[in-house]
């Protein structure tokens, strides 16, 4: 899962996988060499789809291009036949673009004497729905998956004894510790820091994130110490604050300008979230420096609105971003540009880059012809992007606003984790704030994007926003029972576990939506679009159905049934299919080759072809 260590593991295959193959041709031929042979030596190729153009054809080519590799060597190596090579296809997940596309035969890469490893997040697989045979093997072929365990105790105590060997002089960890006259009593006491602080120790078991904590133990103690919880999003702000500071004093420090701390931090975190925004927007991870530039030269005309460092409600603008990025670029080159230097509607690169360097994002070149290359911007990791995008869809759900969460269904489980958290989070900052009557301001706002899907039900955003909206509330924790959901359109929403009982869903449009284990006593279904629901277990009726008014297929082999002004579930049909003489159908349903009609004296009957 996210900071799970997916690009490290390959990294450390490539490395391994190097490491034979450099031992195996240093030596000569008449040398003993029985620990490997040829076939278990393989040449290694890390491809980070990210950075791949159209990664669904000629990917190993582009990528080995863009490690500086021409046409005759990559032909060379295409032809050779002594070793195989090893592709390692890093970030499946990242490329929406992709979708279920097989890169191994929409690539050809049978045409190589190769293996390939992908890496992939769980839920992203898990959200394709397919046999993953079908999406990373070849033709016919199987293939096998392996999931990278979360940290025990044992492994979270040796990576800190790791780091503190390691950057034991440089050590940004606990620096009132220095009284300790050994290394190993310092880890002792960082490991007691980690497993004592509440709910801290589930957390750093998730690699990326156990660097990230060690870098703020002392912010997180002291936290801890005022009575503060610890959480996940408290982790990614508080490691995200340390990036922006270390620029801020920087600057402050080697600046002529006098300017104050708090603005540069605010400009850093709003910089962030602008960048999240535009990579939402454009569906992919990374964005191209010239991106920027585009949006500054088009955007001067429309004299965008005067930035205000101190904005919490700073919120990305869908229809015209540079009236977002305008005002922070020229802010910031106001800061350390000097005025006779500076042009107001000139984009200058070097400045744009001297802003990302106080960001936690990185930098990389991809070559697009022989002689252009694209810079292009990337968060360090791609949780600290989730991170950034929930914290703008919260933002925008606190004023009321649903541009965000009306463009597509938020099926990752960190984003909604992030936005949760955002939603339940102490108001540690504002300790006069009423948080139970600011929750319940959110959830209002939250609940009213459900019901406006009453009002326009064929909207397809106002329907995304809905079903977001109220996955949202589900994954809060909220209970949703006895609430008039009826003609709301909710499509694929995730109410997995929530309780619903008593809840209106009349006429709702409910297809796709996952209800398992939910609790839904006494809800009302009349006339629901329940296509594709997932009830998770159903049960199985035995005794007698009676007052049958409609019959939908709800998923394989199994049908939501309308009698009595109730709705049930029924499992097996065959004790309700007659051989009665067909009379005037009022309802019926096709599957699997045959007609199910219903009746109106209640009898359901089948018949096959034309039968």
């Given at each position: ?179 300790f006259s050994t290394k190993n009593e310092l880890v002792e006491k960082y490991i007691h820091k ?65 300017f104050r701390k708090i603005d540069l931090m605010y400009l850093f975190k709003h910089m962030c ?303 309700a299919i007659t051989t009665t003489k067909l009379q005037s159908v009022v309802d019926f349903t ?22």
């Amino acid at each position: 899962n996210a900071g799970g260590g997916k690009t490290t593991l390959l990294r450390y295959i490539e490395w391994v996988c190097w490491q034979i193959f450099f031992q195996r041709n240093s030596l000569d031929e008449e040398d003993d060499f029985d620990e490997f042979d040829d076939e278990m030596i393989y040449i290694p190729l890390f491809i980070p789809l990210q950075t791949i153009p159209s990664s669904q054809s000629q990917m190993v080519q582009k990528c080995l291009r863009m490690y500086g590799a021409d046409e005759n060597s990559i032909d060379l190596l295409m032809k050779q036949d002594k070793y195989a090579l090893l592709f390692l296809i890093d970030g499946f997940d990242e490329v929406a673009e992709l979708g279920s596309t097989n890169l191994f035969i929409s690539n050809n890469l049978s045409s190589w004497r190769s293996k390939c490893i992908f890496s992939s997040r769980v839920d992203h697989i898990d959200r394709l729905n397919k046999n993953i045979d079908l999406v990373f093997a070849p033709a016919s072929e199987r293939c096998g998956n392996l999931y990278i365990a979360p940290f025990n105790t044992t492994q979270i105590e040796q990576y800190v004894r790791n780091i503190v060997f390691s950057q034991f002089s440089s050590t940004k960890l606990i620096t009132d510790e220095a009284d300790f006259s050994t290394k190993n009593e310092l880890v002792e006491k960082y490991i007691h820091k980690l497993t004592n602080i509440p709910g801290l120790i589930e957390i750093v078991r998730v690699p990326f994130v156990l660097k990230m904590v060690l870098d703020i133990l002392p912010e997180i103690i002291s936290l801890n110490n005022e009575g503060a919880g610890v959480n996940r999003n408290l982790i990614y702000k508080k490691f995200n604050n340390n990036v922006y500071l270390k620029e801020a004093w920087r600057l402050i420090s080697t600046s002529m300008i006098e300017f104050r701390k708090i603005d540069l931090m605010y400009l850093f975190k709003h910089m962030c979230q602008l960048i999240a925004g535009m990579m939402y927007f454009s569906n992919s991870l990374t964005i191209p420096l010239s991106y920027l530039q585009n949006l500054y030269e088009k955007g001067t005309s429309s004299r965008p609105t005067h930035y205000e460092p101190e904005d919490e409600h700073f919120c990305i603008n869908l229809n015209d971003l540079a009236k977002d990025f305008i005002p922070i670029y020229n802010k910031y080159s106001a800061l350390v540009v000097p005025s006779i230097r500076r042009n107001s509607n000139k984009f200058d690169k070097a400045v744009m880059t001297r802003l990302l360097r106080g960001l936690p994002v990185y930098l990389s070149t991809q070559l697009l012809s022989t002689n252009a290359r694209e810079v292009n911007i990337s968060f360090i990791h791609k949780s600290v992007y989730e991170f950034h995008l929930a914290e703008i869809m919260y933002q925008q759900i606190s004023i009321g606003k649903d541009e965000l969460i009306a463009r597509e269904i938020i099926t990752q489980h960190s984003i909604l984790h992030f936005i949760t958290e955002f939603l339940n989070m102490t108001m540690i900052h504002e300790p006069d704030t009423d948080v139970a009557h600011q929750k319940h301001k959110l959830k209002e706002k939250l609940l009213s994007f459900v019901l406006n899907s009453k009002d326009n039900p064929k909207k397809e955003s106002t329907s995304i926003a809905a079903s977001n909206a109220i996955t949202i509330l589900n994954c809060c924790g909220e209970n949703l029972s006895g609430i008039d959901f009826s003609g709301v359109n909710i499509c694929h929403a995730n109410l997995r576990n929530a309780m619903l009982d008593g809840c209106n869903f009349a006429q709702a449009n409910l297809t796709g939506v996952d209800l398992s284990n939910s609790y839904m006593y006494k809800a009302n279904f009349t006339d629901a679009n329940l296509t594709a629901v997932d009830f998770g277990e159903l049960p199985r009726f035995d005794q007698e159905i009676v007052g049958i008014k409609k019959l939908r297929p709800i998923s394989t082999g199994a049908f939501g049934l309308m009698h009595s002004g109730k709705f049930s579930v029924l499992r097996d049909l065959q004790s309700a299919i007659t051989t009665t003489k067909l009379q005037s159908v009022v309802d019926f349903t096709y599957i699997n080759n045959q007609v199910f009609c219903l009746t109106e004296n209640a009898e359901i009957v089948v018949s096959q072809d034309n039968g």
